[in-house]
């Protein structure tokens, strides 16, 4: 092959490489994926369950796959087996940091990102009473996500014809 890379026993895989130095911290601090590094951060382990109940998002993969390819996290991850209530075994993946970037990451002063974090978590969640009570308004006066991208079609096709017509 004419671009593939020579094979000898100096050379190793690049799972042998893994990164050591930390990535780069997201500036909003209240976000899922704010609160899935703070995680991390901390050393827990987190799989797309427990994403769920602790940040609230069924798209821990896709968090994890942000925070590495524009963040330049480098997270280990697992596949481990899970035992179900109805009787199963599934498997899940597990994410987590190593502790070389974990330190690092301290060591440049993460704490008090965590920490902003975690507070601003905190506030988000003792409003969570009335977000739970405005979204049930939204659902029983029958507006749906459809009906609501509608309206945004029709508002912009009106915005687009007000600029056509101004054109000409």
Not at 33 to 56: C, D, K, P
Not at 60 to 85: C, M, N, P
Not at 130 to 154: C, M, P, Q, V, Y
Request: glycine share 8%; proline share 1%; charged share 25%.
């Amino acid at each position: 092959m004419k671009n593939a890379r020579p094979h000898n026993k100096a050379e190793t895989s690049a799972k042998d490489k893994r990164n050591s130095t930390r990535g780069t911290l997201p500036c909003r601090i209240n976000t899922v994926m704010a609160g899935v590094l703070a995680e991390l951060l901390e050393g827990r382990t987190i799989t797309g369950m427990e994403a769920v109940f602790n940040q609230s998002t069924t798209r821990a993969a896709a968090v994890i796959h942000y925070l590495e390819s524009q963040y330049g996290w480098s997270i280990e991850r697992t596949d481990v087996a899970a035992g179900t209530r109805d009787g199963r075994v599934a498997w899940v993946t597990a994410y987590w940091l190593s502790i070389a970037v974990r330190v690092a990451a301290f060591a440049d002063g993460a704490r008090g990102w965590v920490d902003e974090v975690k507070d601003a978590a905190w506030k988000r969640r003792q409003g969570a009473s009335d977000a739970k009570a405005r979204a049930a308004e939204f659902n029983a006066s029958g507006n749906t996500l459809s009906g609501i991208e509608r309206r945004d079609d029709a508002a912009r096709a009106a915005r687009a014809s007000l600029h056509r017509t101004s054109a000409e």
